[in-house]
């Protein structure tokens, strides 16, 4: 199959989550939310790409324990372990894009407007949510942290004038800043108003940005 056609089974798949997300049809889900992360390696196994062997293998081993938090969270009691698995995917995601920077001549500059930005947005939400988090509080400010530095490891990654594809990637790291943001309020602030269908959506069109900007860098 083209690779192509996998990525649109993917969306076909997401699209589906979200319908059952909104019926409250969650035990369906197990058949729609579990099976997003392969479609996305399917995908990237697939594209005609002349990247690297180990830059697959960081790839993989972020979709890996993508796809391990996914099943984790659909179980509530199974939160933290979740968490942690989402932890180190974006861990495995740091090293795919830093991997890119440091071969990617010349080097790119720091941005530091974006590190100040960024620097300034997790210190701001984590002091907002830290009243209502308990004993979550340390586990929740390390996840913070990391997520934010992979987002940093993916602005910094690549020459915006000139490899536009990198802007698929940027948008997907954001949303996954959002969608975890998302998960965090409705948890531990306030149950927000479609959260569900946010929360999946903004998942989804983040990892589909990480994988398609990745394949497209090392198609050009």
């Given at each position: ?73 659909m179980f509530d009691h199974l939160f933290l372990s979740g968490l942690g698995c989402f932890l180190v995917g974006h861990v495995f995601y740091i090293i795919f ?20 930005l960024n620097a300034a947005a997790v210190i701001g939400y984590i002091l907002f949510l830290a009243p209502y988090l308990g004993t979550m509080v340390i586990p ?81």
């Amino acid at each position: 199959m083209n690779a192509s056609r996998w990525l649109v089974l993917y969306f076909l798949t997401l699209l589906a989550d979200l319908i059952l997300i909104s019926l409250n049809m969650d035990g369906f889900r197990f058949a729609t939310k579990p099976l997003l992360v392969p479609l996305l390696a399917v995908y990237f196994l697939s594209a005609d790409s002349m990247m690297p062997g180990k830059q697959r293998a960081w790839m993989y081993g972020a979709l890996v324990f993508c796809l391990l938090g996914d099943v984790l969270l659909m179980f509530d009691h199974l939160f933290l372990s979740g968490l942690g698995c989402f932890l180190v995917g974006h861990v495995f995601y740091i090293i795919f894009f830093l991997t890119i920077r440091y071969s990617n001549p010349p080097v790119p500059h720091c941005k530091y407007l974006w590190v100040f930005l960024n620097a300034a947005a997790v210190i701001g939400y984590i002091l907002f949510l830290a009243p209502y988090l308990g004993t979550m509080v340390i586990p929740v400010i390390i996840y913070s942290l990391v997520i934010s530095i992979m987002l940093q490891s993916v602005i910094h990654a690549f020459h915006f004038r000139y490899q536009r594809m990198a802007w698929y990637c940027v948008i997907g790291a954001l949303l996954f800043v959002v969608s975890d943001s998302l998960i965090a309020l409705g948890r531990f602030y306030h149950p927000l108003p479609g959260g569900g269908q946010l929360v999946m959506l903004t998942y989804g069109l983040a990892q589909a940005g990480l994988v398609y900007g990745a394949v497209q860098y090392y198609r050009r």
